[in-house]
């Protein structure tokens, strides 16, 4: 009887840690796209980075459930996301910047310089609207390091610059 008191305590545990390391695992992604570090999640998202970094710092989250199957190694994570509404800015920018955005001269580096400067001021004048998300973000273990990784980043990572491009 003991015995099974002694495994029974330690799986609980055990899954406990596995709980706190998946969420873990979330939280500095979150954080990072949060706080306008998308580089670090994302490398080749330089661009996005550079017009979106300030205005994703108004995002914020928070981790409802963890829901983990020690079987498969896969679960999800839901997340409450409060994020602000691009989309709602999507037909004043454009507007506003017709003669950029329409411009086939127009370089890379302008268009993220214009859309940095538009958020920037919108920022400034607090003219910035929310929607609330709940997300599920799909996490596995990685076999090779025993390391929790987020499978669905880039559909997160699109849901947080809601519907700009789209």
Not at 21 to 49: C, H, R, W
Not at 100 to 122: A, E, G, I, R
Request: glycine residues 4%; aromatic residues 12%.
């Amino acid at each position: 009887m003991k015995k099974i008191l002694i495994i029974l305590i330690l799986s609980l545990l055990f899954f406990s840690c596995e709980k706190y390391e998946a969420k873990k695992t979330v939280d500095l992604f979150l954080k990072n796209m949060t706080s306008g570090k998308i580089l670090k999640e994302f490398p080749y998202a330089e661009n996005q980075s550079k017009a979106f970094g300030e205005i994703l710092k108004k995002n914020t989250y928070q981790i409802t459930n963890v829901v983990l199957d020690e079987k498969t190694g896969y679960g999800h994570i839901d997340v409450k996301m409060k994020i602000v509404n691009l989309a709602h800015f999507k037909n004043e920018f454009l507007f506003l910047n017709i003669r950029t955005t329409m411009n086939t001269d127009q370089s890379m580096d302008d268009l993220v310089y214009t859309l940095k400067q538009f958020f920037d001021k919108k920022i400034k004048e607090n003219d910035i609207y929310f929607i609330e998300r709940d997300v599920k973000i799909i996490i596995s273990k990685n076999k090779n390091n025993n390391k929790w990784e987020i499978r669905n980043s880039k559909e997160v990572f699109d849901i947080m610059i809601a519907g700009f491009f789209g």
